[in-house]
């Protein structure tokens, strides 16, 4: 599952209305009452405030409000589209600010869905992956070595420099043969098991 890094908002305008789509990160209810509150008073006067949201480890739990707008041409489709992207613990908050043409049920699920839908495209993720963390010490002459070796195959977690180079890092793919050239240069020690947000 992907999780939401950050609150992210962005804007269409589909015949005179304005879609404001916001996308929130929520660990339980208050986080969603919050947040639909927090849009009203950011954009009082709209003629709708739609949600749908996703919580849960396996996106087990999932609802959608229309606020007004025919059933199931708004939050529904909004919540499709989260689904779709296999994201979790995640809230939408569509506002909409009724331009005066009527877009009917079809024009409908296409607004709130494309509004979810450009939401996402600016959003930033991560995943939450259980991983071997690993302390790679050794002497400066070998740091541009060590890290054109690891490349992008890890995540560095910490770096410190004292009396000799420090890197708390996480194999991708739990593969240390990347240093297998130089291992016998390197002291590696295998830290406990951890879970860790990996940016996508």
């Known amino acids: 599952m992907k999780y939401l890094k950050e609150y992210v ?13 916001i996308l929130v990160p929520i ?28 919580r849960g480890e396996k996106a087990q739990y999932a609802s959608s409000n229309d606020d007004g707008e025919p059933a199931r041409t708004a939050g529904y489709p909004a919540l499709e589209v989260l689904m779709h992207h296999g994201v ?14 009527k877009l009917g049920a079809g024009g409908l699920i296409r607004a709130y869905s494309k509004s979810t839908a450009e939401t996402l495209k600016v959003a930033k993720f991560y995943k939450k992956v259980m991983a071997e963390k690993y302390l790679l010490t050794f002497n400066y002459n070998l740091i541009d070595n060590v890290e054109h070796l690891l490349g992008e195959s890890v995540n560095y977690i910490n770096k410190d420099y004292t009396d000799k180079v420090s890197y708390e ?9 990347l240093l297998e050239n130089i291992i016998h240069q390197i002291e590696v020690t295998k ?8 940016e996508i």
């Open 88 to 101: 979790t613990d995640i809230l939408v908050i569509v506002i909409r600010y009724f331009g005066g043409i």
């Open 27 to 54: 660990k339980e209810d208050d986080d969603i009452n919050n947040a639909i509150s927090d849009a009203k008073k950011k954009y009082p006067k709209a003629t709708h405030y739609v949600t749908a949201w996703i």
């Open 9 to 21: 908002e962005s804007k269409i305008v589909i015949n005179k209305s304005e879609f404001i789509g």
């Open 169 to 177: 890092v996480v194999f991708l793919e739990n593969d240390l043969s």
């Open 191 to 198: 830290l406990p098991l951890e879970e860790l947000k990996i």
